[in-house]
């Protein structure tokens, strides 16, 4: 009897699960470059150039917002439709939409694609993937279409909308929102209705639930289930670890931002106080990485523009909508920092104690986020002519996937927007696949070197 070679499989079939989810977010920005740069995606149907195509592509499949043409006046139904369809399914994640579609089609999952659904979606287990995939699905749908009918019932009965464009509008601005991208239909962004809390509240809602991240929007409601059965409410450490640092950056967004723009007449200086608040809050939701906008970004006094490029680095919570280093990893790294201070061999923060290899991870993250802005910076100003402040407010804007800028991204050139393409794409893939790559690559080590310690400070 012959004896049965075994057929190798093919090298795509092994790739691990980070790198599987960087080639398919390439895949996605391909594709959707390809039918951008249709007549049909442009409104006066003569086509667009490949880098106009290409940067909008990718700021949309990487949920970042930053444009370099008007998306109203520069895309016609079918463009716009490209776009949404990328934020969605950016905003999603595409590998876990596909282990989704899989998992409806045939009811269950490999387990590379369940592996791959994990790293993705940081479920905590294998066993679990599936109910995070079915409960994600769940919790954008419902927070979508509740965004958006308040807003199509704002635009139609405050504004006069035929219903058809209220629609158009509420659904476009809602998937933006959740998704944080930051996409909108108005060549001012949000500017219009600075003063009309029916539309920013909605918006700020979807902005952080989206942001906050779906795991702890799942345990928040398992939880919630639980403790109206048994009465005892306990959550994880990244469950209060998220809710706990967004809060305070968020008050501290909005009292930073009411109080440098209080007397700006370019922001918030002609409004009443009531608008003031409002606004600074809307500022500070939408600087973690949603990159809406109700007031001129340009017109920013210089400490309010520091103080959003801090917010949108630090960005929001993992396994969400949201770009940036994550909270937790901040949270982390002050946790450390106060242990060094008091001079405790271990950090711990809200009585747990925390393992090294995750502050490995923090700094690993950290570092390189802030190499990776520098280096773009750097690089930014030798090919765009704009001050130093506005520079680093798009690189860091373009890590973060925010999508704010103080206007100077239509006039980048083709460089700069190449390097604002690829800032775009690390920021959206890179704290997540280099902390999925990280964790399946840990071992142990067998020996230990001997000890020394360097000069430090």
Known sequence: ???????????????HPAQATVLAFATAAAVGTALLALPAASADGTGTELTTALFTAVSAVCVTGLVVVDTAA??????????????????????????????????????????TAQAETRSLGIGEVRRVLLGVARTTLAVEALTALALTLRFHLGYGMPLGQALR?????????????????????????????????PVSAAVILGGIGFPVLLELAR??????????????????????????????????????EWDNPGTLGPMGAGEKVLNGFFHSVVS????????????LEPATLLATCVLMFIGGGSAGTAGGIKVTTFAVLAAAILAEVRGEPTSAVLG????????????????????????????????????????LFEAVSAFGT???????????????????????FVGRLGPVTLVSALALRERTRRYQLPEERPILG
Request: glycine fraction near 10%; proline fraction near 2%; hydrophobic fraction near 55%.
């Open 1 to 15: 009897m012959a004896e049965r070679t075994a057929v190798p499989r093919p090298s795509f079939l092994r790739v």
């Open 74 to 115: 520069y895309w016609s139904g079918f463009g716009e439709g490209v776009i949404l369809a990328l934020i969605q399914v950016g905003g999603f994640g595409i590998m876990t939409l596909a282990s989704l579609l899989a998992l409806l089609v045939s009811g269950r999952l490999r387990l590379r694609m369940q592996l």
């Open 169 to 201: 509008h509420g659904v476009f601005h809602s998937v933006s929102a959740f998704n944080n991208a930051g996409f909108g239909l108005y060549a001012d962004n949000l500017v219009r209705y600075a003063a009309d809390p029916w539309v920013l509240l």
């Open 223 to 260: 939880h919630r289930r639980r403790r109206r059965d048994t009465g005892r409410r306990t959550w994880s450490l990244h469950t209060r670890l998220t809710l706990i640092v967004s809060g305070v950056l968020l008050l501290a967004g909005t009292l930073l931002t009411c109080l440098l």
């Open 288 to 299: 973690r990485t949603a990159g809406f906008n109700a007031v001129d970004v340009g017109a």
């Open 352 to 391: 747990r104690r925390l393992a090294p290899h995750a502050l490995r991870q923090a700094l690993s993250v950290a570092l390189l986020g802030v190499g990776l802005v520098t280096a773009a910076t750097l690089v930014l100003l030798t090919v765009v002519r704009a001050p130093f402040e506005a520079v």
């Open 402 to 424: 925010v999508g704010m800028s103080t206007g100077i991204t239509a006039d980048l050139g083709t460089a700069g927007e190449l390097i604002i393409v690829l800032l775009m």
